[in-house]
């Protein structure tokens, strides 16, 4: 790859001499030449510069000299029609040249655009100063047939092109194969094609002034690779969100594997099935003004774990009994029943239909074991299983149990990590409540449903029957201890 700088102060990129740039050329990997544009002057002060026309302030680069400058620097001839026919003929062996002008009126230089100019035969930076380069420099290599491209690095100002252009010669050069010492240097970086910021690195000493990775990232020192894989990636995934919102938003989705999307959703944005990008996700409690949408979202999302087995009119019986705007009220109007709802903040497009904003997505139901001051339980707790057993508070006082009595989430958000979000969450709200016990019942046949609560650590602590429409189905009992660190059972045994 050739590199041509054109600028009056050719000392300034005496700096790519050094470092890994520097070696590439002396090397010979990329071949690094700059020119001074009063070379191609033809008056005794070198002049480079005339006043503006129409008036104004400061003063403006002369098209006649960066002609003569550009016109060598890019081997074409000065009449036009002859220098636009080798251009073409040029283009026709499939060599690429590219004409850059930094500049911040251009399109802002990214990482794309250092790994596109990175495939380039030949880029030459036309360094302008003062006011800039007379505008109708670029317009005449472009009406040639010449790539031109006017790059800004950012949005404000430089007293001239020459920084700009060591920002950009530096970023795509050590891209070129052989420029890196380890090629894998530029796979995980920030910025590069996976769309995120890269993951927080360290070294030695494991423990520095109070921060000890031995507790912070412990997996960072386990030696396991792809757990360390997996954790990075979830850190950057964190840092992205966090720092650079608008590059999530333009991840694209068939990218993103089910670990991604899980990381996603942990943060705040979701995958809809079919959508192109994450959208923003949000979780709250559940309020009056919800309960029709959450009575809708409840009657879609229930038949999805019923077990095959049971009929449409059985179904149907069992929420027109237990799905119903008095249960929801009730529940929303109960301080013992912690109700979260999921929704997204942005319209989205699924495969399934459209997403609007507002709309419920999923949500789950944590009712507390606790009589009110007339001994009545909370509507919708079912009978705890005889398996369950209560451990006392950390204290030493009574414990308290309460039932995961629903953790659904919309279809067309299936896969897209937000089940296991809002199930971390009931497993926190419960543990802020002071349950010692959170348990709950699914079907023996959805085995996905109990992977799912395996990985937030319920055990199978037994079964239960229960009834759907008049039907006694068999399911699991799951069950923890939220304030746990280690998540205990609640029954002896099995785990």
């Not at 006017?150 to 001239?160: F, K, M, P, T």
């Not at 594997?257 to 996603?264: E, H, Y």
């Not at 919708?380 to 057993?389: F, Q, S, T």
Request: charged share 25%; aromatic share 4%.
């Amino acid at each position: 790859m050739r590199l041509d700088v054109v600028t009056i102060f050719p000392d300034y990129l005496r700096v790519l001499d050094l470092s890994l740039i520097g070696k590439a050329a002396g090397t010979g990997l990329i071949d690094l030449v700059v020119h001074d544009l009063r070379d191609w002057t033809h008056d005794r002060h070198r002049t480079v510069d005339d006043t503006p026309l129409g008036g104004g302030a400061g003063m403006v680069m002369r098209p006649d000299v960066w002609g003569e400058a550009l016109d060598t620097v890019l081997d074409l001839p000065a009449d036009p029609t002859a220098a636009r026919e080798a251009v073409t003929a040029r283009r026709g062996t499939g060599t690429r040249q590219v004409l850059v002008v930094p500049t911040p009126a251009g399109e802002l230089f990214t990482q794309r655009t250092a790994e596109d100019l990175a495939h380039a035969d030949q880029v030459v930076f036309a360094c302008g100063r003062y006011e800039g380069i007379d505008a109708r420099v670029p317009e005449h290599y472009r009406e040639l047939g010449v790539e031109v491209r006017e790059l800004s690095i950012g949005d404000y100002v430089l007293n001239g092109g020459e920084a700009a252009a060591l920002v950009i010669i530096e970023a795509v050069a050590r891209l070129r194969p052989g420029v890196l010492g380890n090629p894998g240097s530029v796979v995980e970086e920030s910025h590069s094609e996976a769309g995120l910021l890269e993951y927080p690195v360290h070294t030695r000493p494991v423990a520095w002034r109070g921060h000890d990775l031995a507790v912070t990232w412990p997996g960072l020192l386990s030696g396991d690779h792809p757990r360390i894989a997996r954790e990075r990636r979830e850190q950057a995934i964190a840092r992205t969100v966090a720092r650079r919102p608008d590059m999530v938003a333009r991840l694209e989705a068939q990218r993103l594997g089910a670990g991604d999307r899980a990381a996603l959703a942990r943060n705040g944005w979701a995958v809809p099935r079919g959508a192109p990008h994450p959208v923003p996700l949000e979780l709250r409690p559940l309020e009056a003004e919800d309960v029709p949408d959450l009575v809708a979202l409840a009657r879609r999302t229930f038949p999805d774990a019923c077990p095959p087995f049971l009929t449409a009119e059985q179904i149907d019986e069992h929420i027109a009994r237990h799905l119903t705007v008095e249960r929801m009220s009730a529940w929303q109007a109960d301080p013992r029943v912690i109700v979260t709802l999921a929704h997204l903040t942005e319209d989205a497009s699924t495969e399934a239909g459209e997403v609007r904003v507002g709309e419920s997505v999923g949500y789950s139901v944590v009712i507390l074991e606790a009589q009110d001051d007339d001994g009545v339980l909370p509507p919708g707790l079912d009978a705890r299983p005889e398996a369950v057993r209560v451990p006392p508070s950390s204290d030493g006082g009574p414990g308290l149990a309460a039932e995961l009595s629903k953790v659904y989430v919309d279809a067309r958000l299936r896969g897209s990590g937000l089940a296991d979000v809002l199930l971390a969450e009931a497993v926190r709200d419960a543990s802020t409540a002071g349950v010692t016990a959170l348990w709950l019942g699914t079907h023996d046949g959805n085995r996905r449903a109990q992977k799912a609560y395996r990985r937030s650590g319920f055990a199978k602590v037994g079964i239960r029957r229960y009834d759907v429409g008049g039907h006694l189905c068999r399911d699991v009992v799951m069950a923890l201890n939220p304030g746990a660190s280690d998540s205990e059972p609640t029954a002896g045994g099995e785990r």
